[in-house]
């Protein structure tokens, strides 16, 4: 992708897929808001920021089930749900939304079965303890089970004790012990969920769970315009907004305005595999 059309006709792709999940949300009673840089897009530009490649929205963790579950009923032609449960290889924590017969294919997804297409992201959205040690426990539960679906030690990311902690924890669990062990600690990690009065994270990644939100950001939702559109996002935008970025309105230098993602392939008509002698550059 190294053109103004391709990111303008990736944004319209996203854009349609995001109405699709907005209209079955709609349909089913279901809360969602526009989350990280798609909501600072819609209250600092109407719409994307202009430079932005990616859509993202959140959804309570009981909705967020729902979601998931009303979607694997009741599935909508021509996009795919994509998650841990349903895509061997898949390794997040969220869900992404995909447009069947597209291709966004990025440098660390390389299967041919692996589907591959234009997509938004659901990040479910938990409540977390009070407390320092329930805290920590907690943080503790989110990273280990993180640890575990990514498969692999965040090497940039870790000081050397850390690395040989997760090392031996990948060591510890394999196959379908690992399985039961993912699903016991986000037993863990949601069991707080019932206390609505308790503030809210995403356990995305061990940045996101630095950020603690309102217990009531999902009480007030107000309908923005978004480009052609309006969703839902948070009547309070202005205290997300400023917990994740600060002084949200002003504008980054010239020179931080790119482009966050180059796919390896882009592709607004054809799944990879009927895509005929694509040449990937995969690291090894």
């Known amino acids: 992708m190294k053109t103004e059309i391709d990111l303008k006709r990736l944004q319209s792709v996203e854009l349609e897929i995001l109405q699709c999940v907005a209209d079955f949300c709609e349909k089913y009673g279901i809360k969602y808001s526009l989350y990280a840089g798609t909501l600072l897009g819609a209250v600092r530009h109407k719409g994307f920021i202009p430079w932005d490649d990616d859509i993202d929205i959140c959804i309570l963790r009981d909705d967020y089930d729902k979601f998931v579950e009303l979607w694997n009923t009741n599935p909508v032609k021509g996009y795919v749900l994509q998650n841990h449960d349903n895509t061997p290889g898949f390794t997040q924590t969220f869900v992404k939304i995909r447009k069947d017969h597209t291709t966004y294919l990025a440098d660390y997804a390389v299967e041919k079965d692996y ?19 329930p805290r920590y426990i907690y943080w503790f539960h989110c990273l280990e089970y993180q640890l575990l679906l990514h498969g692999y030690v965040p090497e940039n990311r870790a000081n050397s004790i850390t690395r040989v902690v997760c090392k031996f924890i990948l060591a510890a669990y394999s196959g379908k012990r690992r399985t039961k062990k993912q699903k016991q ?12 009065d308790l503030p809210l994270v995403l356990n995305e990644s061990a940045i996101s769970m630095k950020k603690i939100y309102p217990h009531n950001l999902f009480e007030n939702l107000i309908k923005m315009d978004f480009e052609t559109s309006r969703f839902l996002g948070f009547k309070d935008w202005d205290t997300y907004l400023t917990l994740d970025f600060g002084d949200y309105m002003t504008l980054p230098p010239e020179e931080e305005r790119h482009i966050p993602h180059t796919p390896q392939v882009l ?3 054809k799944n990879l595999n009927e895509i005929e002698n694509v040449v990937l550059d995969i690291k090894k």
């Open 267 to 269: 592709n607004f008509e």
């Open 115 to 133: 589907h591959t297409g234009i997509f938004i992201d659901v990040f479910p959205v938990d409540r977390i303890p009070n407390g320092k040690i």
């Open 185 to 196: 600690l986000l037993q863990k990690i949601t069991k707080y969920n019932k206390f609505t």
